[in-house]
């Protein structure tokens, strides 16, 4: 990320929030009452996410960015069609 590259740096931290979120669990499932109470701890444990969930997170954005690319293609947008076309390249690295 040094190389000062900002479409790889927005393509990785996207990955990482996707990873991320995945561990999130809902609020239904917990039985909490979520209204905000100053003062008191509210977390709740995460799923695990290991590493197949975390291979499928990471090829569904990858299925999603490849879709993006072709719909700017269709509309003739080169240029974002190019960004996603390499934002599609990188995230296949972590695929490889």
Request: without cysteine; aromatic residues 6%; negative net charge.
């Amino acid at each position: 990320m040094r190389q000062q590259d900002p479409v790889r740096v927005s393509t990785i931290r996207s990955l990482i929030s996707a990873i991320d979120n995945a561990g999130a669990v809902p609020a239904e499932r917990q039985g909490y009452d979520y209204e905000p109470k100053i003062g008191l701890g509210h977390d709740v444990d995460r799923r695990t996410v290991n590493d197949d969930d975390t291979t499928l997170i990471i090829a569904s954005e990858r299925d999603e960015l490849a879709a993006a690319r072709d719909n700017y293609r269709e509309l003739g947008q080169t240029a974002h069609a190019e960004e996603f076309g390499r934002r599609v390249d990188i995230v296949t690295e972590y695929l490889d």
